[in-house]
């Protein structure tokens, strides 16, 4: 655990050096936002295929620039183990000439959980400083993952629930520069509703009926919840989208309040730190990330089942389940190494490691849950269009497709990370 945390401040500190050193570019750290960046080179020439789909993606969806009035596809923005793809129609539509912005969206995924979101924003106060907003949004998850708690705890034990919520929420995030942000959050999540999963391939059994509150604190109620989070986020990446340099650095403070039964209040700490490094300018790129998450309670206190820190899937430990491990508080580590093969194609080899623990000095390089694995990239300058990972771990062979990057935690409609359950 020490030496996580001496990890970190060692990353922070050489982050804080390079920002002192080469300031961002005044458009927040993303050069040519606007699309007029050289695309990376590729190791052989690419196909006239790819280059087409690449072409059609930037006219047709990766809008740059202020976002557009009027109808627009809602992909994507859904939570892990929803399936390979989500879609949906959205409407936007800009007020007081441009100052003000309203959203509202569904969709529908490929395992049938549902979503749909209003949103409003000012996004646009103290000479681009600061955004405020607040939305309303309502999710049906039908098939979530719960194998029981701690790091041992077995694949034979699988099971699943579905979690029908809603959250209404208000936000704010403030710009000092356009490296270093501040974001804040302060909702209320109406009672949840949890009960027997639902959907196709349901193969294996409900956590309602195999599990107790000894072994998923929460599974028998669910309180209504007040809740908060603050985050400090140093981003010096040149595309948070598709990053071949710079790092992305942040510390987040949450609170969850039980406004039913008294007994489910906590608070969550979680850090994290992610560097890519450039070995063959943008053609091969090692990228890097390190993230710690750790629960507390006061006396009579638990942390619900769902909300717990959870280990596996697309974005932490790939060749196993997603939701595959649950604790108190866990860590995880990603290398990966990315070469261009084409302009728009990257391929990639991977290694995870992770752990989870009832008690924060547990969490060391003891008894790691490991994973490793080939991918796919495909992207243009600023983002991943798509992505497929291959991996593999002692519990068998797992295959993640995806349109984010893989650092990318699971971001809502409005892009931000899920309030309930914990998504890794």
């Excluded at 491990?325 to 995870?352: K, P, Y």
Aim: charged share 20%; proline share 5%.
């Amino acid at each position: 655990m020490r030496l996580f945390l001496l990890v970190v401040l060692l990353s922070l500190g050489a982050a804080a050096r390079s920002v002192a050193q080469d300031p961002a570019p005044q458009n927040g750290g993303r050069p040519d936002a606007a699309g007029s960046a050289s695309e990376q080179s590729g190791l052989v020439g690419e196909p006239r295929v790819i280059t087409n789909m690449i072409n059609w993606f930037d006219r047709e969806v990766n809008q740059t620039g202020e976002p557009k009035d009027g109808f627009f596809p809602e992909l994507g923005n859904m939570i892990t183990g929803s399936g390979w793809i989500s879609a949906g129609p959205g409407y936007r539509h800009h007020l007081l000439d441009g100052q003000a912005l309203v959203t509202a969206s569904a969709a529908v995924s490929w395992n049938f959980y549902k979503m749909a979101q209003a949103r409003f924003e000012l996004p646009h106060l103290a000479n681009e400083h600061l955004t405020v907003g607040s939305q309303v949004l309502y999710q049906d998850m039908l098939q979530v993952n719960y194998f029981g708690l701690g790091n041992d705890s077995l694949k034979s034990n699988r099971s699943g629930y579905r979690l029908d919520e809603t959250d209404v929420l208000g936000y704010a995030t403030v710009r000092p520069t356009g490296w270093l942000s501040v974001n804040g959050r302060f909702g209320w999540i109406h009672q949840a509703e949890l009960s027997t999963m639902t959907g196709w391939s349901v193969t294996y059994p409900n956590t309602t009926d195999i599990f107790t509150e000894a072994t998923a604190p929460g599974v028998t109620q669910q309180p209504a919840f007040l809740h908060s989070d603050v985050s400090v986020i140093a981003d010096t990446r040149n595309y948070p989208g598709h990053p071949t340099s710079g790092g992305i650095y942040r510390a987040t403070a949450a609170a969850y309040s039980d406004r039913n039964y008294g007994k489910y209040s906590f608070q969550r700490y979680d850090v994290e730190g992610q560097q890519f490094l450039p070995i063959v300018e943008d053609t091969w790129v090692i990228a890097l990330r390190a993230w710690a998450v750790f629960s507390q309670t006061s006396a009579g206190n638990t942390v619900p089942f769902y909300l717990l820190p959870s280990l596996g899937g697309k974005n932490t430990l790939r060749g196993y389940y997603d939701y595959r491990f649950h604790d108190r508080d866990m860590e995880v580590f990603n290398a990966e190494s990315r070469w261009g093969l084409f302009t728009h194609l990257d391929v990639a080899a991977f290694f995870d490691a992770g752990k989870v623990a009832s008690q924060a000095s547990d969490l060391d390089f003891g008894q790691m849950k490991t994973s490793y694995g080939v991918g796919l990239r495909v992207h243009n300058r600023q983002s991943t269009v798509g992505r497929l990972d291959v991996g593999h771990s002692v519990e068998g062979w797992r295959v993640v497709f995806k349109f984010s990057d893989p650092f990318k935690r699971s971001t809502l409609s409005g892009g931000r990370t899920e309030v309930i359950p914990f998504v890794p």
